[in-house]
């Protein structure tokens, strides 16, 4: 019986390395893979999918306006279908993949964060929370030691920044994995040396 997966991390969990990993091991098995991502993320090229550690390929971009059941079927026949970077997904999307676990028993495993830099949900991941058969932490550390948790949006200082838009893309210079009580007590520390 096929599922949808939901396998979410904060940021530097290898989460793109995972899901390029899983890729190679469906095609070592002669397997076709559909390999997806949103148009968001142009981070390392419209259409590349990379990894921090250096594993990348092509995957097929995937805009918010289009139907992923007809991409999926224009695309031809697949095995499995595989998404780096869920999270930027519509919701419509997400019940888009849902539906070709249920109606063609094929295998859907999504990638990505479960919370922007303000530790709320990005909508696609609270739609994969909701519908996913599975769900799995990939889990990094933060610099103490205890779990990461939050993805910390900083400037070029180091400072953690706690406005702005929901999406910036960005990768180590832009965010850092975090516990929850790093987090906070950082941004209290920032504010206590403002006063």
């Not at 979410?8 to 095609?27: H, P, R, V």
Request: a negative charge; hydrophobic letters at 40%.
């Amino acid at each position: 019986m096929a599922k949808l997966y939901f396998k979410y991390g904060a940021m530097g969990s290898s989460k793109s390395a995972q899901a390029l990993i899983t890729k190679f091991n469906y095609e070592e098995l002669g397997m076709s893979v559909w390999l997806i991502k949103p148009s968001i993320d142009t981070r390392d090229g419209a259409d590349v999918i990379r990894s921090r550690i250096g594993l990348e390929a092509k995957a097929q971009v995937i805009t918010p306006e289009q139907d992923v059941t007809e991409a999926y079927h224009a695309a031809g026949k697949h095995d499995v279908i595989i998404a780096d970077e869920a999270q930027f997904f519509t919701p419509q999307q997400i019940d888009q993949l849902r539906s070709l676990v249920d109606e063609e028993n094929l295998p859907v495993l999504c990638f990505g964060l479960r919370t922007d830099f303000l530790t709320h949900f990005f909508p696609g991941a609270r739609r994969l929370m909701e519908l996913a058969d599975s769900l799995t932490e990939i889990k990094t550390v933060c610099a103490c030691g205890r779990k990461a948790t939050v993805n910390a949006r900083i400037d070029e200082t180091g400072r953690i920044i706690t406005q702005g838009d929901q999406v910036m893309l960005g990768g180590n210079d832009s965010y850092v994995a975090m516990c929850h009580q790093c987090w906070k007590r950082k941004i209290r520390e920032q504010q206590d040396a403002e006063r």
